[in-house]
């Protein structure tokens, strides 16, 4: 089992729409959980974390908590084409250097 | 404006041959780290760096080296012994050792490296 798991997309949806990405973990002692986007070619750039459950929201970005089900999630409203990137989950470990660790990444692509 | 500098963007070398990629960081950030990405699949760290002189192996150090002589620095060898170099590599610092809850990473923008 992957240690962060993301579906690998395409994600397609309209402009204008809600785009919504999932992520699940394996590790229970995981304490913060982020969200990044990567345009095809470039580096990952930070778009939200949250450490506690529950939402927490940025403009036009949720980013939701359950550690219960161990899983979280990223919802951007009113998608643009801009926002067609990859999203890549990173949740922080809870071994010795509690170093992050990456998901694949989900491809979202929004037409418009 | 502050930030991570990776050098060369494109980098070709023979197979067999040892190939340094540089990283260069003005942000004043202690911690540094090295990650590979390849298609499909998650970052993956190579080496990270807490402070000067002392650097530790990531998930994934074999025919790889890392030298941090100045706070600044923290080039990359990829050596003849790793076996499938060819990827994105992403350098990136953090202002303590993933201390991320109050100090993210700041990514450069990677050198794509192919090996043929």
């Known amino acids: 089992q992957k240690e962060v798991e993301q579906n690998s997309g395409p994600l397609s949806v309209p402009e204008g729409a809600i785009a919504s990405l999932n992520c699940t973990y394996s590790?229970?002692?995981?304490?913060?959980f982020f969200w990044y986007r990567q345009y095809s070619g470039k580096s990952p750039e930070l778009i939200m974390f949250?450490?506690?459950?529950g939402d927490k929201e940025d403009g036009r970005f949720t980013a939701q908590l359950n550690k219960a089900s161990q899983y979280v999630s990223l919802l951007i409203r009113d998608s643009q084409p801009s926002d067609s990137a990859t999203y890549l989950c990173?949740?922080?470990?809870?071994?010795?250097?509690?170093?992050?660790?990456f998901g694949a990444g989900t491809r979202l692509a929004v037409h418009p | 404006d502050g930030g991570i500098t990776q050098s060369p963007k494109y980098l070709f070398r023979k197979e067999g041959q040892n190939v340094t990629l540089s990283c260069e960081q003005n942000?004043?950030?202690?911690?540094m780290y090295w990650y590979r990405q390849d298609p499909g699949q998650g970052l993956r760290l190579i080496y990270y760096?807490?402070?000067?002189?002392?650097?530790q192996k990531g998930d994934i150090a074999e025919g790889y080296s890392v030298s941090r002589e100045k706070k600044e620095s923290f080039p990359l060898t990829v050596t003849s012994a790793q076996k499938n170099p060819t990827a994105f590599y992403l350098c990136?610092?953090?202002?303590?050792?993933?201390?991320?809850?109050?100090?993210?990473?700041?990514f450069g923008n990677g050198t794509r490296l192919t090996v043929t």
């Open positions: 990136a610092s953090s202002m303590r050792m993933f201390q991320i809850d109050n100090s993210p990473l700041h």
């Open positions: 590790d229970r002692g995981s304490q913060s």
């Open positions: 949250i450490y506690s459950n």
């Open positions: 990173a949740v922080t470990g809870s071994g010795g250097y509690n170093k992050l660790i």
């Open positions: 942000l004043n950030h202690d911690a």
């Open positions: 760096s807490q402070i000067v002189n002392d650097f």
